[in-house]
């Protein structure tokens, strides 16, 4: 079974642009979360998305947003760029159901801002 | 609060075990994970526990649980060089089991 992909791997942007992620997750899998990984805040979840629906968010602005489609995969964007956004962003699969989910996660998109 | 506290680094000779200790604030805390991260790469889930559980083992992996001081640790017998990665504990909670809360994780430094 394949694993969680996630494209692109890197991603170089300047201030004030506005970025795409793209998650793949584990066929099967109907849940799909994300997270921002930096040197300074550790592993912080940005939002969960469960049959096309948000589920659950974290604390981060409006510039972050989400969607899912039919087929589970998940897109993230980022508008208006801040250096502060530049981090290992993961994606991670489960298959969604009760309050234990093993969450599969992806090798990460490293989104540098200039 | 949020607050899942984990020491930043840990450092022991090959084939000795390790424990790394991590420390949660919330009640209502329903599975607590760990996983380990090596460089350049994402999280590889190594295991996890149900709260109402107080040890659970897993090969080389050994989980205890104490609930009432919220203190969960990750003992790894026989370490190897290549068990040399930071490990993250996580925790989710009731209503909640699609967002993971995690310590800063643990530098785990096995020599040789």
């Known amino acids: 079974k394949a694993g969680v992909t996630q494209t692109p791997r890197y991603l170089i942007k300047t201030r004030g642009q506005q970025v795409t992620l793209s998650c793949s997750p584990i066929?099967?899998?109907?849940?799909v979360s994300w997270y921002q990984q930096t040197p300074g805040q550790g592993l912080q979840f940005l939002f969960e998305y469960f049959s096309e629906t948000q589920r659950n968010k974290g604390n981060f602005p409006g510039r972050f947003s989400g969607r899912q489609f039919s087929n589970s995969r998940s897109e993230m964007n980022v508008s208006t760029l801040e250096l502060g956004d530049s981090a290992l962003y993961l994606c991670?699969?489960?298959?969604?159901?009760?309050?234990?989910?093993?969450?599969?996660f992806g090798p990460g998109t490293r989104l540098t801002v200039l | 609060g949020e607050d899942v506290e984990q020491s930043l680094f840990l450092s022991v000779r090959e084939g000795d075990s390790s424990v790394i200790n991590c420390t949660y604030t919330?009640?209502?805390?329903?599975?607590l994970y760990w996983y380990k991260q090596e460089p350049g790469a994402g999280l590889q889930l190594l295991t996890y526990i149900f709260s109402n559980m107080d040890m659970k083992q897993d090969q080389r992996l050994t989980v205890l649980l104490n609930k009432k001081d919220k203190h969960l640790s990750l003992r790894i017998a026989d370490t190897q060089t290549g068990d040399s990665a930071i490990y993250f504990c996580?925790?989710?909670?009731?209503?909640?089991?699609?967002?993971?809360?995690f310590g800063q994780g643990t530098e785990l430094s096995v020599k040789p």
């Open positions: 996580a925790e989710s909670r009731h209503n909640q089991g699609g967002k993971l809360i």
């Open positions: 991670a699969s489960s298959l969604g159901g009760g309050d234990h989910n093993e969450q599969f």
């Open positions: 919330d009640s209502s805390s329903t599975y």
């Open positions: 066929s099967g899998h109907r849940s």
